[in-house]
C-alpha cells in the first residue's frame, strides 16, 4: 500500500523550440491638420507552447459503477454500501465493496457520503487511491502527482488596429490607438514560475480540468481584452515669451510661467475572461470541475451584497444552484455537473472594463478615483468556486501603490497626486 507516493515534476524527450508567427497588413494616410491615419491587421500563431499539468492523474473511471451504486443506495435510504436497508429494498450491488478494494466501513463514512451529495466521483477516487492502490486509478502507482512538461500548447491571434496621430505642431501632440482583438489558446499559464501565473493546483482555476481533454481547455486566453483605447497628448500651454498670453514677459517672469506643458493618458481596456468553477472533483483528483452553465449566463457586473467585502460580479446566493430535488424559486445560472463531467468550456465569463486617467507635470494617477476591481479568479478576497465563501467577489489584488504599472493594472491604488518640478540644465 502506497499512501504517500513522492511528487514528480519531468520535461518530454522530444522536446520542441516553441515558435509564433506573425503576419500583418497596414495602409496609411496622410491627412490635413498633421494628422496620419493608419488601419492594419495583425496575426499571430504560435507552435508547440509549453504546457505543464498532471500526467499522472487519479481518474474515477474504474470505479464509476460503484460510486453510481453507492449514490442509488443511499437514495433508497440504504448505507452507501448496500446495508442498513429499509424492510424490502433491494440494494445495488457495489463492486469496489464486493471485490474486496475497499472495505463497507470506508464508504459508509460521512466523507463519503459527502463526495455521493456533490457528485464528486474524482475526490472519492483520489481518496480510494490513497488507502489501496488495489483499484489501479492513475497510471503510475509509484509517484503522486507527475507534472508534466512538453510543448504541445497552441494560440491564435487576430487584432484589427486603428491608430490616428497628430505630430507636434502648434503646441499639441495627440495620439490615438483602438485594438480590436481575439486571442485562443488552451492554456495561459507560466507552466514554471508560479510568480509568474504558474503555480497550478488543483483549484486553480488556470489548471486543466482534465489532461485527457485538452479540447475543452481550448478558448479565450485568460489575458484577452477585446477591446483596448489608448488616448495621449501634449499640449505646450501657450504662455510665455511670444505666446499668446504674456508674450512680452522679460526672462525672469517667463522662466516662471513659460515652458510648461499638460500631458494626459487615458486607457480603455474589456474585462478579462475567467471560469467559474464547481469546486467539486467530479472527474478526477487533479482538478476541480467547471461549473455547467444552466438556462441563460449571467450578467457580470459589480454590486454589493450582503456579507461580502468589497463588490461581486454575481449574487453569491442567488446566481448558482445545486441540483436538488425540488428546489425553485430562485435563478439558476450555475449548476455542479454530474458524475465525470467536467463542466462548461474554459472562460467562458468576462470581468467589467478597465479604464484610468493621469496627468502630468501635476502628475494625478487615476485622477478620477475610478474603481477598477479584479476579476474573481485573481482576487485575493473573491473565488470563481461557487463552493466558496467568497464566491463571485472581485476585491482586491495585492498592489504596492502608488506606482504607475499597478494603477494601471489593477486600478485599486487610491487617486494619487504629485507635484514635480523638472529642471533641465
Known sequence: MLTNAPALTVFDQNFKLP???????????????????????????????????????????????????????????CNPDGTGCPSGVAPRPVPIVANGIVTGAFVNTSTTRTDLTQNGAGNFAGRVEQTTLAAHLRPNQQFGVITYLDSGGDSYYHAGQLTLRKSFSQGLLFGLAYTYGKSIDDQSVDPVGASSGGGLSTTNSRTPVDTRTWRNERALSDFNRTHVVTIN?????????????????????????????????????????????????????????????????????????????????????????????????????????????????R???????????????????????????????????????????????????????????????????????????????
Not at 488601419?39 to 498532471?54: H, T
Not at 464509476?64 to 451504486?69: G, R
Not at 436538488?324 to 455537473?337: I, K, S, W
Request: proline share 6%; aromatic share 10%; glycine share 10%.
Open 19 to 77: 515558435t509564433v508567427h506573425e503576419w500583418s497588413l497596414t495602409i496609411q494616410r496622410e491627412l490635413p491638420g498633421g494628422f496620419l491615419a493608419q488601419v492594419g491587421y495583425v496575426g499571430r500563431r504560435g507552435l508547440r507552447l509549453q504546457r505543464a499539468y498532471d500526467v499522472n492523474q487519479i481518474n474515477a473511471d474504474p470505479i464509476l459503477p460503484s460510486f453510481i451504486a453507492m449514490q442509488q443506495n443511499v437514495g433508497l435510504g
Open 233 to 345: 497628448s501634449v499640449y505646450e500651454l501657450p504662455i510665455g515669451r511670444g505666446k499668446m498670453f504674456a508674450g512680452s514677459a522679460n526672462g525672469f517672469v517667463d522662466r516662471i510661467i513659460g515652458g510648461w506643458s499638460l500631458a494626459g493618458l487615458y486607457t480603455f481596456q474589456s474585462g478579462e475572461p475567467f471560469s467559474v468553477t464547481s469546486g467539486i472533483r467530479t472527474s478526477n483528483f487533479s482538478h476541480v470541475s467547471r461549473a455547467d452553465i444552466v438556462s441563460t449566463k449571467p450578467d457580470v457586473h459589480y454590486h454589493d451584497a450582503a456579507g461580502a467585502f468589497g463588490p461581486v460580479v454575481f449574487d453569491s446566493v442567488s446566481a448558482f444552484a445545486i441540483p436538488v430535488a425540488g428546489a425553485t424559486g430562485r435563478p439558476q445560472h450555475f449548476l455542479r455537473q454530474v458524475v465525470l463531467e467536467y463542466g462548461s468550456q
Open 347 to 425: 472562460n467562458q465569463e468576462y470581468s467589467d472594463p478597465r479604464a484610468s486617467s493621469l496627468q502630468f507635470r501635476a502628475e494625478a494617477f487615476n485622477a478620477l478615483n475610478h474603481p477598477n476591481f479584479d476579476n474573481p479568479r485573481d482576487a485575493s478576497v473573491g473565488s470563481p468556486n461557487i463552493q466558496s465563501s467568497v464566491f463571485a467577489g472581485t476585491c482586491c489584488a495585492t498592489v504596492a501603490p502608488p506606482t504607475t504599472q499597478t494603477i494601471i493594472q489593477t486600478g485599486e491604488s487610491p487617486r494619487v497626486i504629485q507635484l514635480a518640478l523638472k529642471l533641465d540644465f
